[in-house]
């Protein structure tokens, strides 16, 4: 089984590659931050992973497999998620300070907090009167992101 040891842009890709038979592995946020571990493609070809501790996977990040000729390309799952648009500098202050106090992953965009939609989390929102929807889309949490580099 081919072990992959480096995470490459697909503009990044040595010559060679730009050849190569294409493929996806659709991963969800947690399976994208495991460096270790077996993986199957979405077209069903098996490898493992042996990244850099501190890796994550994101949409654009490509695999190269040498002996089976494939570059494999990331493609991030939308799971279910909360969507919590605070309006004002102390909300945004007060709903992560109360999302990070249960130890909940969240993910921080320009207008909106993001929870995956697991269980314990809409009781929370409720709870602190956080106005929120569900949606289903990619996630990652924001202590995956700091330093984020390959």
Same mark, same amino acid.
């Given at each position: 089984?081919?072990?992959?040891?480096?995470? #490459?842009?697909?503009?990044?890709?040595? %010559?060679?590659?730009?050849? #190569?038979?294409?493929?996806?592995?659709?991963? /969800?946020? @947690?399976?994208?931050?495991?460096?270790?571990?077996r993986?199957?493609?979405?077209?069903?070809?098996? #490898? /493992?992973?042996?990244?850099?501790?501190?890796? &994550?996977?994101?949409?654009?990040?490509?695999?190269?497999?040498?002996?089976?000729?494939?570059?494999?390309?990331?493609? @991030?799952?939308?799971?279910? &998620?909360? &969507?919590?648009?605070?309006?004002?500098?102390? %909300?945004?202050?007060?709903?992560?300070?109360?999302? /990070?106090?249960?130890?909940?992953?969240?993910m921080?965009?320009?207008?909106?907090?993001?929870?995956?939609?697991?269980?314990?989390?809409? *009781?929370?929102? *409720? *709870?602190?009167?956080?106005?929120?929807?569900?949606a289903?889309?990619?996630?990652?949490?924001?202590?995956?992101?700091?330093?984020? *580099?390959?």
């Open positions: 089984m081919t072990i992959v040891e480096r995470v #490459f842009k697909d503009c990044e890709l040595p %010559e060679a590659a730009r050849a #190569f038979a294409r493929d996806r592995v659709t991963l /969800g946020w @947690e399976d994208r931050t495991h460096v270790h571990g993986r199957r493609t979405d077209g069903g070809v098996e #490898f /493992g992973t042996s990244l850099p501790r501190g890796s &994550v996977l994101r949409d654009g990040d490509c695999f190269m497999l040498d002996e089976e000729r494939l570059v494999v390309a990331i493609v @991030e799952r939308a799971e279910p &998620v909360f &969507v919590i648009e605070p309006r004002t500098a102390p %909300e945004w202050a007060l709903f992560a300070y109360h999302i /990070g106090n249960r130890h909940q992953p969240v921080i965009t320009d207008r909106s907090l993001v929870c995956p939609d697991v269980p314990g989390v809409e *009781q929370l929102l *409720q *709870q602190h009167q956080m106005p929120h929807v569900r289903t889309l990619p996630f990652t949490p924001a202590a995956t992101v700091v330093g984020h *580099q390959h």
